[in-house]
């Protein structure tokens, strides 16, 4: 059985791994395939410590993002209740309903924070009153605030 060859990629490449990866391969595949192909390089020491200093400033920079998602949380959770205004009909009843995108439109008008509609949890929303909704503003924090449902 033929050695392994440690090679690091230069892009994704399905099944095998991400960019910056150190991965394990045939010699024919990288000979053959990946380093003619410019998909990765050999991993040398010098190679290995580039690699390592990119991941440590990924890292850094995704604790950054918490950190400012954290600070984005308190100051949903502080304000708490967002209005929006429907037209009601019998019952109490909206016509339609309340979108995430009308959700982020309120955010943004109380607060000059912009939040991607798409992290948006909402109940479905037919008679005006108070409901909570789920905002996801990184893989690892999410702010639940109030809504309040009222007519125009």
Do not use: C, W
């Not at 929006?84 to 959700?103: S, W, Y």
């Amino acid at each position: 059985m033929a050695k392994r060859v440690q090679v690091v990629l230069r892009q994704d490449i399905s099944k095998l791994g991400q960019n910056g990866d150190l991965v394990e391969v045939a010699p024919g595949y990288a000979r053959n395939y990946l380093l003619p192909r410019s998909l990765a390089v050999r991993a040398t020491p010098g190679i290995l410590k580039q690699v390592e200093r990119r991941r440590e400033e990924e890292r850094q920079r995704q604790i950054a993002l918490k950190q400012e998602a954290i600070a984005q949380k308190t100051a949903l959770e502080t304000i708490g209740r967002f209005t929006i205004a429907k037209q009601v009909g019998e019952n109490e009843a909206i016509f339609g309903t309340v979108t995430d995108r009308e959700l982020a439109e309120a955010i943004q008008a109380m607060t000059n924070q912009e939040v991607d509609r798409r992290g948006i949890t909402l109940p479905d929303i037919n008679h005006i009153g108070f409901y909570k909704a789920q905002i996801k503003l990184h893989p690892e924090v999410t702010a639940e605030v109030e809504v309040h449902v009222v007519s125009n």
